[in-house]
């Protein structure tokens, strides 16, 4: 029945693959080079999967054969990578439209224990497909038209597809000392591909993985946002924790791991519900700094954990530490700057919303909520749903009910007042302009006297009404400050 199935799914490879890349076998053929398409765009079509990575390898000169791929299937946007022998560019194809490859030299790899940096060399096919990093993306299928669409398949990948199975092609220890980051990648590609590791693969990592800290920052956080981005994050963040790599990766999270019991009172793990968020999260939304923000929310909880007697376990403050232990881990992990602010709201506002769900709910409260969280305030209700982990069922059911009603309200509150993008009538630069002020405090005093005066019900939200408030406020503000003396003599 095995065989059967995986004749069905190589059949589905062969009917999937872009035609262009069989001029490319031609062209090979005219040549007589041997040309094999290689990878993961093979391993993602046989489990179904959309894949953009294709990559061809020969057996030769990859650039000048790129060249006389570009030459006679006019490609564009050519590339060549001299160290890497390598060469990218796009072609045409009639049914897939734009398809962008790499064309690759068969090639051998050594290393020096020290450095991530390969040594490499020209290789031949058995060459190239030891040194991958796992069997289920070292198979090759022919495009030369003797023995075109047969799958080269020289350690079991096959076999591991189906079983759901990553192991390495070679001793996992050789496979990991070689490139560090594949450790990284077992635990992405269990992430994004829901496989197992075998025990030797895990046993290997464990041995290994403080070799992770020669490969760049740069190149780990890739590997790790790609673990965020799949379908459950926990299953290659588990990877990590478990054996060794967050702690040399991203410390404060390890941090969190553990129960700490006093006078037999313990507090939850907070990395095993951080996990849960964060994959409760993944199910309702890919934003991928929301998910981060998920992975963070409760980033501070060790430096603020404190235990009394009379109140048991706290973390007083723990969304505000939380925001700055955030802009930290940024730059630790070399992510963009730019979605920080983003992710220090959800952390600094991912409590806010669960007052409001257990009391009469105010319109002032909600207003306060819609204005501080801005346009993100349905990432930060997806969020707060995502943080509810109880294993009780009318609990949850009961804090849901309760979100229910907060939302209800919003969606009130903002018929009612024209809240829609729940932004100030009036901005800074606005009353700098109105009242010939100079950038400064004044101007963030008087514009929080304005928001708060909206959000108490003292002035509707109207553009006209704030104008009016903001010139009253400054108004009074000149006549209570004492008279300045002169400075003439």
């Known amino acids: 029945m095995m065989n059967q199935d995986m004749a069905l799914k190589e059949q589905r490879l062969h009917d999937s693959l872009p035609e262009v890349l069989y001029r490319i076998g031609d062209i090979a053929d005219q040549q007589n080079i041997e040309c094999y398409l290689v990878g993961g765009y093979i391993r993602d079509v046989l489990l179904e999967r959309p894949s953009q990575d294709i990559d061809i390898m020969i057996i030769g000169d990859p650039i000048a054969f790129a060249r006389e791929v570009q030459k006679q299937l006019k490609g564009r946007n050519f590339v060549v990578f001299e160290r890497f022998r390598t060469a990218r560019l796009e072609l045409d194809d009639a049914v897939e439209g734009p398809v962008l490859l790499e064309i690759v030299g068969a090639r051998k790899e050594s290393y020096n224990p020290d450095s991530r940096k390969p040594i490499t060399e020209i290789g031949s096919l058995e060459d190239d497909l030891s040194r991958r990093d796992f069997t289920v993306n070292a198979l090759a299928l022919e495009l030369n038209a003797l023995n075109r669409n047969r799958i080269v398949d020289l350690y079991g990948g096959i076999e591991a597809l189906h079983s759901g199975i990553l192991k390495t092609p070679l001793e996992p220890e050789k496979t990991f000392s070689d490139d560090p980051l594949r450790m990284m990648r077992a635990a992405r590609f269990s992430s994004q591909l829901e496989f197992s590791l075998t025990d030797e693969t895990l046993d290997a990592i464990k041995a290994m993985h403080t070799r992770i800290s020669i490969v760049s920052r740069e190149r780990v956080s890739h590997e790790f946002l790609k673990i965020m981005q799949s379908p459950k994050p926990s299953i290659g963040l588990k990877i990590l924790f478990e054996t060794g790599l967050l702690k040399e990766i991203f410390p404060e ?116 909520l819609m204005f501080e969280a801005g346009e993100e305030l349905n990432d930060l209700m997806t969020l707060c749903r995502a943080d509810v982990t109880s294993k009780n069922p009318r609990k949850v059911r009961q804090i849901m009910q309760n979100f229910n009603r907060v939302e209800e309200k919003i969606d009130e509150v903002a018929e009612k007042d024209l809240l829609a993008k729940w932004r100030p009538p009036v901005n800074g630069i606005e009353i700098m302009e109105i009242l010939g002020l100079n950038e400064g405090r004044m101007v963030g005093v008087i514009k929080k006297k304005m928001e708060s005066a909206i959000i108490d019900g003292e002035i509707p939200y109207d553009r006209d009404a704030a104008l009016a408030y903001i010139r009253k406020v400054w108004d009074e503000m000149q006549a209570a400050s004492p008279p300045q003396k002169s400075d003439s003599v």
């Open 253 to 368: 999270l390890t941090a969190m791991a553990g129960i700490e019991q006093v006078d037999g009172l313990g507090h939850k793990d907070t990395l095993l519900h951080t996990f849960q968020v964060v994959d409760k999260l993944a199910e309702k939304s890919d934003h991928i700094w929301l998910r981060v923000a998920a992975l963070l929310h409760d980033i501070a909880k060790p430096l603020t954990k404190r235990f009394s007697r009379h109140t048991g376990w706290t973390f007083h403050g723990h969304e505000v530490v939380g925001t700055r232990l955030a802009a930290k881990i940024f730059r630790s992990m070399r992510w963009p700057l730019e979605p920080l602010e983003y992710v220090q709201k959800m952390i600094r506002l991912h409590h806010r919303p669960i007052p409001l769900s257990k009391e009469e709910i105010s319109d002032s409260a909600v207003r306060r």
